[in-house]
């Protein structure tokens, strides 16, 4: 007979994006050691993707169970640029001991940390034999950046394999159907829908449901979707990335939810571009000028 488990509610609000119903559901009774780091590696990360940061780094000491230590570099790694370059080279000298090198959660920050990066030839090197579902939908994730569909879809079939009505199993089989497009669209909508009726509205099935919109033409419900999003998590950087794009194609101002972007998340992929082509544009006006 299976033994229950009791992380269920906190790993799948954690994977749909549900971060502080996540943080409340994680005081559960009857947990075997194993289940208190694992709850614990969960909790700290909810709190990263909520922003607090300093929060999770204070609180883990250097006492804590190696999946714990790899919480804390990542939330070093994305609280401040300066510790950037101090988190990655930590993490590689941990990840070259014998003795904790393939720890799942150790394997799993670094591949989070190096797709953040866009070095996913290094990325992969400690995803790659996946292991967890988690990692495996890591993979999914880095061969959709590397626009390697083929493969993604490999690592899906793994997925689906070990369980095929999984949470993870199923964004990953929507993260896959978006990056394919065409048809695939509509699939891809029918499961964000799917698990929002079956779980609760996230700001990232709703960003996902938003993004098909988008690929379907259908901007006015992609804004609704959006702005639902943004009610639920003003400072998401998807959704307000999203909610720019989303109103250049609507003819609407977007300078607002724009800002909002560059002054929460200076380092963000659409802020980047921007400032890229501004520093082009003045660069050919001086040419000409």
């Known amino acids: 007979m299976a033994t229950p488990d009791h992380l269920f509610n906190l790993r799948n609000n954690f994977y749909l994006g549900a971060y ?3 943080i409340n559901s994680s005081e559960v009774n009857g947990l075997s050691p194993d289940d208190v780091i694992e709850r614990d590696t969960l909790v700290h990360r909810c709190y990263i993707a909520l922003g607090q940061l300093q929060f999770v780094i204070s609180e883990i000491n250097d006492s804590a169970p190696t999946p714990l230590q790899a919480v804390k570099l990542l939330a070093l790694y994305f609280s401040s640029p300066d510790s950037k370059e101090s988190a ?31 070095d996913f030839n290094e990325a992969l090197k400690y995803t790659n034999a996946g292991g967890t579902m988690e990692l495996t939908a ?18 899906l079939r793994i997925m689906q394999q070990i369980d095929e009505d999984h949470t993870l199993t199923q964004l990953a089989n929507a993260w896959l159907d978006l990056a394919v497009g065409g048809a695939k669209i509509q699939e891809a909508n029918l499961i964000f829908q799917d698990l929002s009726e079956r779980y609760q509205s996230t700001s990232l099935l709703l960003n996902g449901k938003a993004v098909c919109c ?43 939810s724009f800002s909002q972007l560059k002054l929460s998340h ?24």
């Open 20 to 22: 502080q119903a996540a």
């Open 266 to 289: 200076p380092d963000h992929v659409l802020v980047k571009r921007v400032s890229a082509a501004e520093e082009s544009f003045d660069r050919a006006l001086q040419s000409v000028s």
């Open 214 to 256: 988008m690929q379907m033409g259908n901007f006015d419900e992609a804004e609704t979707l959006l702005v639902e999003a943004l009610n639920k998590d003003a400072r998401d950087p998807e959704t307000l990335a999203n909610l720019v794009v989303c109103c250049l194609h609507l003819g609407k101002p977007s300078s607002k």
């Open 138 to 155: 890591l993979n999914v994730q880095i061969f959709i950046k590397m626009h390697r569909s083929d493969y993604a879809e490999r690592q």
């Open 88 to 118: 990655i080279a930590s993490i590689k000298e941990w990840l070259a001991d014998p003795a904790i090198g393939n720890n799942a959660t150790l394997r799993l920050v670094a591949g989070i940390i190096f797709l953040h990066e866009n």
